[in-house]
């Protein structure tokens, strides 16, 4: 089974930036379409960016314009990088193919935003 493993969250100032970073173990994202997804406290994890095989990218409305995804199938990476952040940032955030079909999920990366 491959396994995701997420890196790259802090704490950090609104209107501050992150990039995340997500590594594959094995060959897996050149087939697949992927997806960043987060969980804040209280919340339903929601997928808020996707990037396709092509590099075609799709955001969730509240992101956009402030998240842009990566992807490096040779490198078998994928990243975020977050500008502007605001404190509803806040959220443990995750990597995974889109949609997930597997409902496994990896440890994620803990994102807070809070001056």
């Known amino acids: 089974q491959v396994q995701f493993v997420e890196s790259g969250g802090g704490l950090v100032q609104p209107g501050g930036s992150l990039r995340l970073s997500c590594a594959a173990s094995?060959?897996?994202?050149?087939?697949?379409?992927m997806g960043w997804y987060r969980q804040g406290p209280g919340k339903l994890r929601e997928v808020v960016a996707q990037?396709?095989?092509?590099?075609?990218?799709s955001y969730a409305d509240s992101v956009k314009g402030r998240f842009t995804i990566f992807r490096d199938d040779a490198k078998n990476t994928l990243s975020l990088q977050m500008n502007n952040l605001k404190p509803e940032d806040t959220a443990i955030y995750y990597c995974n193919p889109y949609p997930n079909l597997s409902g496994s999920w990896g440890q994620g990366t803990q994102v807070t935003v809070s001056s």
């Open positions: 990037i396709n095989i092509y590099g075609g990218t």
């Open positions: 094995g060959s897996f994202f050149g087939d697949h379409v």
